[in-house]
């Protein structure tokens, strides 16, 4: 089955700099979305950017999709030491269940003070 | 918002017995519901979709006698982990669906299961 990827693994930077992580996917989607996770918890939804969509801002986090390259970007700005936490891109696949998500491997970013 | 809670967060048990782990959405119905499982430093991995009313669909490699799933009402779900083995220790995280089928998960707290 696809999964998508997302590199870097880990990111490691300091307060006030931006963090961009990068996830590819293999075949058609409906859309992408970005969550995040705090250590030992659950997810939280950041932002959904579908198929016909390049662009979209919410905030600090501004994600950009190409489905050319099969590929999206994370853009977090102006980042905080809470933002430290790991970032999974997930896909819903053209033809696949509504909800049916996959789930890259995340990236495991590191804010320093 | 949508909330997904999941209760227990966190149970140990000893091998070959089962334990059952809910997943309820608070302030909505969720006529499907997703189960993941997340090994220690891995992404999430489906297991199974859950559907209100009928039998979950099972991925590929996941057991259906092993991990039981029974969607009793719009807003419960659980998931029954029988005859667990220490292989069985993970994070499980359930979700649900978008409120107005807009493609977004709303995902539980996720509960850390230890087999001894």
């Known amino acids: 089955s696809q999964q998508g990827e997302e590199d870097p693994q880990a990111l490691s930077i300091q307060e006030g700099e931006n963090a961009t992580m990068n996830c590819s996917y293999k075949?058609?989607?409906?859309?992408l979305q970005w969550y995040r996770q705090n250590s030992g918890r659950g997810l939280v939804h950041l932002i959904l950017?579908?198929?016909?969509?390049r662009e979209k801002h919410s905030g600090r986090l501004r994600v950009t999709l190409d489905t050319s390259k099969k590929s999206s970007s994370l853009l977090i700005t102006a980042s905080r030491a809470a933002d430290t936490a790991s970032y999974f891109c997930a896909t819903e696949h053209y033809g696949g269940s509504q909800g049916n998500l996959i789930f890259g491997k995340g990236t495991k970013l590191s804010v320093k003070p | 918002g949508a909330v997904v809670s999941q209760h227990p967060s966190w149970v140990i048990c000893k091998s070959g017995t089962s334990v059952k782990i809910e997943c309820r959405s608070l302030d909505f119905q969720a006529t499907t519901m997703f189960w993941y499982r997340q090994f220690p430093k891995q992404s999430l991995m489906l297991m199974a979709t859950?559907?209100?009313?009928?039998?979950?669909?099972?991925e590929q490699g996941v057991e259906k006698d092993k991990f039981l799933i029974n969607h009793a009402s719009l807003t419960l779900s659980t998931l029954t982990v029988t005859s667990a083995h220490p292989e069985d220790s993970s994070f499980y995280i359930c979700?649900?669906?978008?409120?107005?089928?807009?493609?977004?998960?709303?995902f539980g707290p996720g509960t850390r299961l230890t087999v001894t």
């Open positions: 950017i579908r198929s016909n969509e």
């Open positions: 075949t058609s989607i409906n859309n």
């Open positions: 979700s649900a669906g978008g409120l107005a089928g807009g493609g977004e998960q709303y």
């Open positions: 859950s559907n209100e009313g009928s039998k979950a669909t099972y």
